[in-house]
């Protein structure tokens, strides 16, 4: 289950890495002129929604990141969409897949009930929002966990095993040699009486007296020797794999090939969230806006893919020196208001000296 998978930390960091950073980003509405040129539209209910607010309860960054960490987990993520009584967006609702139940009508459209366990409320397409992950039947998502059941359970078990190894007082278990012969009610009483006084992580270390010839011989065995540590990060690589997420984006470091971390936040971007971004910007424009109107949702990740500053600011100046951007552009694309006219430094001639 959804649940039982966040116990995996990797699991819990990579499903939080990529719905917080979708979360993060700015959410723009433009709407597409008869030009063909796209006009941000700071009026539109979305964007107020996104500045406001989903709900009373909900802002946007929490809203779009419970949605997202359903897809993850589960393959789907919905969201009940409000309209006032004008048919005007409203807000958002939430709501766990847990609650949800799909039919597929006579129409062939599906059809949401949500159930809060008092009453069930059916919803039709064009009512809500489906994000959905890859699905087998082109109707509903299936995780990625479910997919690669072998890999996610390989990992519980190594995690499993680790928590056993540590319960037993990180050490392994060894013989009491006995000079005399035992009966098996004998033999119950000693290995209860040990496990009572030695077992246990909060015992460790304990002295050991034994009496009447009794000797202890421990198993010579360490975790490194069991590949008990390799396996577990092995395991932190495969889960990472899954969700497409840089190990080091979940500070797993063991192995990092990224030089610095601007790069492993360039792939991160590039090849996880930049596809989620579309399928979440796709589904707004079938659900949310009017069929073949002029508006849509753009996340923005140009923060993410600007690289280091470095390599930014030459891009800039390339730009600027070829005439394809003006310095209000540059100031734009970092974040900044345009410089008042007054306080424009002049124009460089052609000796590089500024005129007048």
Known sequence: SAMAAENLSTVLACTNAIATALAYVPAL????????????????????IVRGGVNDQMTWPDFLEHFVASTLLTGNGIAV??????????????????????????????????????????YLEGEVLHLRDRTDDGKLGRSRLSRAADTVNGVQAANTHANSFLANGASPSGVIEVPAVMGPEQRGR?????QDRHGG???????????????????????????????RKFGVIELCRLFQVPPPIVQAYENNTFTNAAQAGLWFATFCLAPWARKIEA????????????YELELDLSGFLRGDPETR???????????????????QIEGWNPRPAGARPAPANEGGQADG
């Open 29 to 48: 509405v433009y709407r597409q002129d008869a030009d063909g040129n796209r006009v941000e539209v700071t009026t539109h209910p979305l964007r107020k």
């Open 81 to 122: 969409i409000n309209r006032n009584g004008n048919g005007q967006l409203a807000g958002f609702k939430y709501v766990p897949w847990g609650m949800v139940t799909v039919a597929e009508l006579a129409s062939g459209r599906l059809a949401y009930d949500v159930s809060d366990g008092r009453s069930t409320r059916r």
């Open 190 to 194: 000693l290995r209860e009486a040990f």
């Open 201 to 231: 992580a909060g015992k460790a270390g304990s002295t050991l007296i034994l009496d009447g010839g009794m000797k202890w011989s421990a198993a010579q065995i360490s975790p490194e020797d069991a590949e008990l540590l390799e396996t």
């Open 283 to 294: 589904e707004f424009a079938r659900s949310v806006f009017p069929s073949g109107g002029p």
């Open 313 to 331: 600011w030459n891009a800039h100046k390339i730009a600027l020196e070829t005439g394809v951007l003006d310095a209000d552009e540059v100031r």
